[in-house]
């Protein structure tokens, strides 16, 4: 399960806008509509809710002739292009209400303050037939891992349900 962070989601973007647009976004940032940010109390901080809000633009890139801005379902997809076996993508956008905030004076201070992490929930779950799942509980008895052991029988179990 990959966790990307705002530097790497950023590279993975660029490159991918290449792709689809061919162009290279001379400036390609973070954009959130403070309109629809919203705050947890209990944990201090702002955070924009990409599941609710799946329609809003959340990057904003230049490509020397105009701007465009991506939602959160173009990013989404953007990335499932470079983790085509993904089963699901949470973007997570959070600022920490403190003392760094209270200082800043435009947007651009609040987006280097924005904490920007993907998670990819890869599909790479492995289906063993019968037999394999024979052989792996009698090389778990072998090593004796208790562990692979009780996950290999009752995935066999259920086989034979």
Do not use: C
């Amino acid at each position: 399960m990959p966790i990307l962070g705002k530097t790497e989601t950023i590279e993975l973007l660029t490159k991918q806008i290449v792709k689809e647009f061919r162009r290279k976004p001379q400036n390609l940032n973070l954009y959130v509509d403070w309109d629809f940010i919203e705050y947890d109390k209990k944990k201090r901080e702002y955070y924009f809710d990409t599941v609710k809000r799946d329609w809003k633009s959340i990057v904003k890139f230049q490509d020397g002739y105009s701007k465009k801005f991506l939602t959160v379902d173009v990013v989404k997809n953007l990335i499932l292009n470079e983790y085509p076996d993904a089963k699901t993508i949470h973007i997570d956008i959070r600022v920490k209400d403190d003392l760094n905030l209270l200082k800043t004076k435009t947007i651009d201070e609040i987006v280097s303050l924005m904490d920007f992490n993907v998670v990819v929930n890869l599909d790479n779950e492995i289906l063993l037939s019968r037999e394999e799942i024979m052989r792996m509980i009698d090389l778990a008895l072998d090593m004796g891992n208790e562990q692979l052991f009780m996950e290999y029988s009752a995935q066999y179990k259920a086989y034979q349900i």
